[in-house]
């Protein structure tokens, strides 16, 4: 026998051959996945291909810009007025995202509802020139949440350098990126308001002089206080109210459609409840739920952010409130005189004065009354309060002198806005006295023990009946709620 022939049977066969080289290329690419599992590029910026699955953890404070290009699976409409994004694996919900300008560095605030037990790591997903970056998003839950589980916050992202055109922002957790690198494509993003910004001393800067944000509208029934007030707003200079509705009574619905055509009012369809047990109270012993009376806070803070560069001045206010000057007729000509009394800039707060729905009395005699025509001819017919039938209020007691108030600001000069009042501001807030403009309330009685003989007459309002009472016939009628006869 030939040596050869002996070597030759302690040699692999063809099929054990096959199975070691298939052995060597599993162990090949498992040492290359370890590997590019434990690597982390040694700089600020971490740079991802765009294939690999491993894990994705950018050091705090440090900026991720992503080779990826940005095609982000689902962008929320723009015809979608507010948000309302849940987060993966959080119980956050975006509401809106606004690029902030007046911050040290660019960035850009995301109006959330968070759990305010519930600690998470943001990251955001921002959408510049294309270009995928990540950034570590900063929650600050707002101080007004009134003990309720869920409160309002900010969400925000820092834009990194060569990001000077947003589109969109998303929001995910460190969590999910622990378990994958970001995937774009099952993620909801929200479009980035406020990216221009007017200068503020033209005269036509701000396409609003006056905008007024009304708190949530829910169940809403009441017609004619709703016509009343929105022709009002009209006469003191208001060129736009923002509604947040969640639900009205089809009449309602058609005042405000009628309202919606003229160009007056702004509907944003607030539905909150889909998400959340919403509270109808501000404290939860008085009204169980998730969050304060509606999402009325969330819905301030994005009325002001929407409107802080399309309007000079914003009012936070309810639909059954009027801030009537005292001295001069609109708002126009009152806002210079409290720039000049109490500086400009600042929160303009008006005392509350409660007039009782309940109560509707003839003036005293000793009271002349302003000429106003032949009022309310019809208006029985529609439901809701009528002002101009309450012109009694409760007196101011020590007690609630200066709570329940209203403002008018400068939203450039806000931060952080509350049910009454402001959390955060350039310079603070001042008291108007109340003699040169104050709040008038039309609402059930807050002093429910007194005595009609108590409360006191004003008759303020009736000045304005002049102007107020035809308005209101006109809009009554072209709605359909008055015969095409029923003139004053």
């Known amino acids: 026998m030939f040596a050869m022939g002996h070597n030759q049977k302690h040699l692999p066969q063809p099929k054990k051959l096959r199975r070691l080289m298939y052995l060597g290329h ?148 460190s969590q999910a990126e622990s378990e994958g690198l970001v995937d774009t494509l099952d993620k909801e993003f929200v479009e980035v308001k406020n990216q221009q910004v007017p200068e503020e001393g033209k005269s036509d800067s701000f396409p609003y002089n006056f905008t007024v944000c009304l708190s949530t509208m829910f169940d809403f029934t009441n017609v004619l206080q709703l016509v009343q007030s929105l022709e009002m707003l009209q006469i003191l200079g ?51 739920g998730d969050l304060h009376y509606y999402g009325q806070i969330p819905a301030l803070s994005d009325c002001l952010y929407r409107y802080m560069y399309r309007s000079k001045y914003v009012a936070l206010q309810d639909i059954d409130e009027l801030i009537l000057p005292q001295s001069v007729d609109s708002w126009l000509e009152l806002l210079p005189l409290l720039e000049e009394k109490y500086g400009a800039d600042r929160c303009y707060m008006f005392e509350n004065n409660v007039f009782p729905n309940t109560v509707a009395l003839p003036p005293p005699t000793s009271h002349t009354l302003p000429r106003r025509g032949r009022c309310c001819r019809g208006w029985q017919a529609v439901s809701g309060v009528n002002i ?83 308005a209101v016939d006109t809009v009554l009628r072209e709605s359909g709620f008055l015969p095409e006869d029923s003139v004053h």
């Open 388 to 470: 101009l039938a309450h012109l009694y209020q409760e007196p101011i007691v020590e007690e609630t002198q200066f709570s329940n108030f209203k403002i008018i600001v400068n939203p450039r000069a806000v931060f952080t806005p509350t049910v009454h009042g402001l959390l955060e501001s350039e310079k603070g807030c001042s008291w108007v006295d109340r003699d040169i403009a104050r709040l008038y309330h039309t609402r059930a009685p807050k002093q429910t023990e007194l005595t009609p003989d108590k409360l006191i007459y004003d008759s303020r309002l009736l000045s304005y009946s002049t102007y107020l009472t035809p």
């Open 26 to 173: 599993v162990i090949t690419i498992f040492s290359l996945i370890l590997l590019l599992r434990t690597y982390r590029p040694d700089r600020t910026d971490q740079v991802w291909t765009g294939n690999f699955k491993g894990t994705f953890e950018p050091q705090p404070q440090e900026e991720s810009i992503l080779t990826q290009k940005c095609h982000p699976g689902h962008m929320v409409p723009q015809r979608q007025k507010v948000s309302l994004v849940a987060v993966n694996r959080t119980k956050t919900l975006l509401v809106s995202a606004y690029q902030e300008h007046r911050t040290g560095h660019k960035e850009v605030r995301v109006i959330a509802v968070v759990l305010r037990s519930e600690t998470v790591a943001y990251r955001c997903l921002l959408c510049c020139q294309d270009q995928l970056h990540i950034s570590e998003g900063v929650s600050t839950i707002h101080a007004d949440h009134f003990d309720f589980a869920y409160g309002t916050a900010d969400i925000m992202c820092p834009l990194p350098a060569g990001c000077e055109t947003l589109s969109h922002v998303a929001v995910t957790t």
């Open 238 to 288: 208001v060129n736009r109210v923002v509604v947040y509705k969640t639900s009205c009574s089809p009449e309602t619905q058609r005042i405000l459609d009628y309202y919606t055509h003229t160009g007056l009012v702004e509907v944003i369809p607030w539905s909150l409840s889909r998400f959340l047990n919403v509270s109808r109270s501000w404290l939860p012993e008085h009204g169980p």
